[in-house]
């Protein structure tokens, strides 16, 4: 079996083919370029040099969100699109599962967050050893967030690469709770979405669907508009 992993959620991008547990290769840069232009070519220069043909591919597996809204668009549509050409299972993983894995065989939490501005994160809490999930991923506000992770009272390892961007507030809200990845582990890896993505139950390709985790600023501005109307 031949996995392909796609992961384009966030600024990094991330690829990799996994041939029977085996990563054959696996390419992750943290270029702000935009995905539209470099992921199917970047896809193709890898299987190239990997020698592995699409018909050779049995799997796809690519992260569903959070993260940039037209990130994730942009790998899910390429992913389904792999998927139905060559009528092979699509498999769909947590943008934010994926960076937890970093900290996978930590005991204590694992923290992946993804910055959302205004003082907001993409963010989720798994436990360390097993990566179960123990704060479902949401969108949040990164203070109110802590505060619920400082009640478990246990050791956290934050990863991400925009985990530095709320590290003042970290240490002020946990102190020696928190601990961090090294920041050579902090981009997504694919070849850890593949390995959770061989743990994932199949999705229908035409029914597979960003996750989002919270409404565009577009929805936003036209419930706040309607909510005018309604006064």
Not at 69 to 78: A, C, E, H, N
Not at 107 to 128: H, K, N, Q, S, W
Request: glycine content about 6%.
């Amino acid at each position: 079996m031949i996995y392909l992993g796609i992961d384009t959620s966030n600024s990094p991008l991330s690829l990799a083919l996994v041939e029977d547990g085996r990563v054959l290769i696996e390419e992750t840069s943290n270029l702000k370029i935009n995905h539209s232009l470099t992921a199917m070519p970047a896809i193709e220069e890898m299987m190239k040099k990997a020698k592995v043909a699409p018909a050779d591919l049995t799997h796809i597996a690519v992260a569903e969100g959070p993260g940039s809204y037209t990130g994730v668009r942009i790998g899910l549509t390429i992913a389904k699109t792999l998927a139905w050409s060559l009528k092979i299972p699509l498999h769909l993983v947590s943008s934010l599962k994926v960076l937890a894995a970093n900290g996978k065989g930590f005991e204590g939490l694992v923290c992946p967050i993804m910055d959302a501005r205004r003082g907001t994160a993409f963010i989720g809490l798994y436990e360390g050893l097993s990566l179960n999930t123990v704060f479902a991923d949401r969108h949040s506000d990164v203070k109110e967030f802590l505060h619920k992770i400082k009640e478990l009272n246990r050791p956290v390892m934050f990863t991400g690469v925009d985990a530095d961007l709320h590290q003042a507030l970290i240490k002020e809200v946990l102190g020696e709770q928190a601990h961090w990845s090294e920041v050579s582990n902090r981009l997504p890896r694919a070849s850890n979405l593949i390995l959770l993505a061989q743990e994932s139950k199949e999705s229908a390709v035409h029914h597979a669907v960003p996750e989002y985790r919270r409404i565009t600023e577009a929805e936003a501005n036209y419930n706040k508009a309607q909510e005018g109307k309604a006064l």
